[in-house]
């Protein structure tokens, strides 16, 4: 049996370096079924990281295998693509397609040949994303958050074994991040999913396993639980502020969060991922503070 | 009553295959008969389903036909594939403005160029060979492709995509000036000369792409093209009798290496992204 059977992913001492800028620097990680976070500033490598595991970027050095293949060998490269499935973070679609017209271009780029099977495997992922009543609308008179489901719903084309996604849930309401949830969850029983996501919650209720980068390193490697355990003992809430502390803000009930230092009077609390993810990363980066 | 209907010939009654007399057989046995009738339903399902999903199949595709852009269903009647029809029309906005920007061009062009002044005509040899480039430069890329990601992602040959492209814009751009030139036909087949340089630049900044961006790399052709009668700094009459003569050899010979360096090179392509 080949090594990728269990694991997906091999990346060992990756280095990419654009110009001086190095954006990973020595990340190592092995990717198994089921669903894995990225999660970091804006800028700290996740979708560099992303990038080069859908082969859309050549690394500067270190080890990497998708699928046991190895992406800078021309034939490897086109075994990876053929069991990939990739939402880009910018992924813009063509505003004179519809929906169906955008899945289908994909399939054939897919090399899904036959048309009628071809035109009902696109019906069946853009039912998936439940766009099956918007299929003949023009892309430009969609929503923000239908035009990220039919990025998802190209992604989902053949039933890939490996889902690489930046940012999917981004213009996503409520009730449709659950059907991603929903969606992702039924497709990771025996896939491998990597995405990039800056919703707490969504990583809390759907991730496996969460990796948070900064400045091309992996500073924390585990399960969103682990992540939310780092914070324990050092998130409190006051009635006052404490400009000492790490991270605070007044919450909806008027009284004051802290994580890190804490008023005398402060009680400590449960914490949350978002407030491990803020304890480890050292304060508020822009997208959490967003 | 014993006997009952075999398989063999109930396929025949669902089929309609049966005799008249045979029919009306079967058809008095069926009442009574709860295993034939199970066995006439299951022959039903089988015989039939499978032709109602082709139907369903057909009628789909016809309908998904009928709602195809405009743009796709002109190359289906050019003779192209739905497939390649869809690879091209992905892009065909770009194309478009392209070519009206290429008539708009030629037009200019060949007002300066039917004053008879060589001078003009120089201006509108070199217009008319840019074409050919900025129809390839605008074939690829992330700035005319907004998926462009998933394109350099996917299984299908970027080459095939880039190549396919490519010859698209480049047909009509090549039969616009084409045509253009037979109004200067005066001129003789030199009105033509700008064709060889133009497809030579072409196919050099599509080489070049295997290590920058084809914009970039057809920027920097056009430049070095407009530039070298300004460097050269030598009479219209010179600088035309040049394009028309040795400049065709030169043409040829580097649109021949760069043809060479893509066909060695070409897999380079769809990972040089930085």
Redesign the interface.
């Known amino acids: 049996m080949d090594t990728f059977d269990q694991t997906y992913v091999h990346v060992h001492q990756l280095i990419k370096s654009?110009g001086r800028h190095t954006a990973l620097d020595g990340v190592s990680l092995e990717l198994g079924p089921g669903i894995t976070d990225l999660l970091g500033r804006n800028g700290a490598g996740k979708t560099t990281l992303l990038?080069i595991l859908?082969?859309?970027?050549?690394r500067s050095s270190g080890e990497v295998r998708v699928l046991g293949e190895d992406?800078?060998d021309?034939a490897g490269?086109?075994a990876i693509?053929?069991q990939?499935g990739?939402v880009?973070q910018?992924?813009?679609?063509?505003e004179?397609?519809?929906p169906?017209?955008?899945v289908?271009?994909?399939a054939?780029?897919?090399?899904h040949?036959d048309?009628?099977a071809r035109?009902?495997e696109v019906?069946r992922v853009l039912d998936a994303v439940d766009l099956g009543d918007v299929t003949?609308k023009k892309v430009r008179k969609l929503s923000g958050g239908m035009k990220r489901r039919v990025s998802l719903a190209?992604a989902l084309l053949g039933d890939p074994r490996l889902l690489v996604l930046d940012e999917p849930t981004v213009g996503l309401d409520p009730e449709q991040r659950l059907r991603f949830r929903q969606l992702i969850s039924r497709h990771a029983d025996r896939r491998c999913v990597v995405l990039s996501t800056h919703m707490t919650e969504d990583v809390e209720a759907l991730c496996d396993r969460v990796i948070v980068i900064d400045e091309g390193v992996v500073r924390f490697d585990g399960t969103p639980v682990e992540l939310t355990e780092t914070a324990r003992g050092n998130v409190w809430i006051a009635d006052r502020p404490e400009p000492s502390a790490l991270v605070s803000w007044r919450t909806g009930e008027g009284r004051h969060r802290h994580i890190g230092s804490a008023p005398a009077d402060a009680e400590l609390v449960t914490p949350t991922l978002q407030d491990g993810y803020l304890l480890l990363s050292g304060g508020l980066s822009e997208e959490v503070a967003a | 009553m014993s006997w009952h209907i075999n398989p063999a010939a109930a396929k025949d009654y669902v089929e309609q295959r049966r005799s008249g007399s045979d029919v009306a057989s079967i058809e008095v046995h069926l009442p009574t008969c709860d295993e034939c009738r199970r066995l006439v339903a299951d022959v039903t399902a089988a015989t039939h389903e499978p032709l109602l999903d082709l139907v369903w199949q057909r009628v789909a595709t016809v309908l998904d036909d009928a709602t195809r852009p405009w743009s796709e269903r002109a190359l289906t009647r050019l003779g192209l594939s739905t497939e390649t029809a869809r690879l091209l029309g992905a892009t065909s906005r770009a194309r478009l403005s392209f070519l009206f920007a290429t008539l708009l061009t030629v037009g200019i062009a060949l007002v300066a160029a039917r004053s008879g002044r060589d001078a003009q005509f120089g201006v509108f040899l070199s217009v008319a060979a840019l074409g050919p480039l900025v129809a390839t430069a605008l074939a690829f890329g992330r700035r005319v492709d907004p998926a462009h990601a998933l394109v350099t992602t996917a299984p299908t040959s970027i080459w095939r995509i880039v190549l396919l492209r490519t010859a698209a814009s480049l047909t009509p751009a090549v039969a616009i000036t084409g045509l253009a030139s037979l109004i200067v036909h005066e001129r003789g087949w030199v009105a033509m000369a700008w064709l060889l340089p133009g497809i030579a630049m072409a196919v050099v900044s599509l080489a070049l792409s295997i290590w920058v961006p084809i914009e970039h790399a057809a920027l920097g052709v056009a430049t070095a093209w407009v530039a070298a009668p300004v460097v050269a700094s030598r009479p219209a009459a010179e600088l035309i009798d040049a394009t028309a003569g040795p400049g065709q050899l030169v043409a040829l010979g580097a649109a021949a290496l760069a043809a060479l360096v893509i066909t060695n090179r070409r897999s380079f392509l769809d990972f040089r992204e930085t």
């Open positions: 654009y990038r859908a082969t859309g970027l050549a992406p800078e021309a490269r086109l693509r053929r990939l990739y880009p910018e992924s813009a679609l063509y004179s397609f519809t169906f017209d955008f289908d271009y994909v054939i780029l897919k090399e040949t048309r009628a035109h009902a019906r003949r190209q």
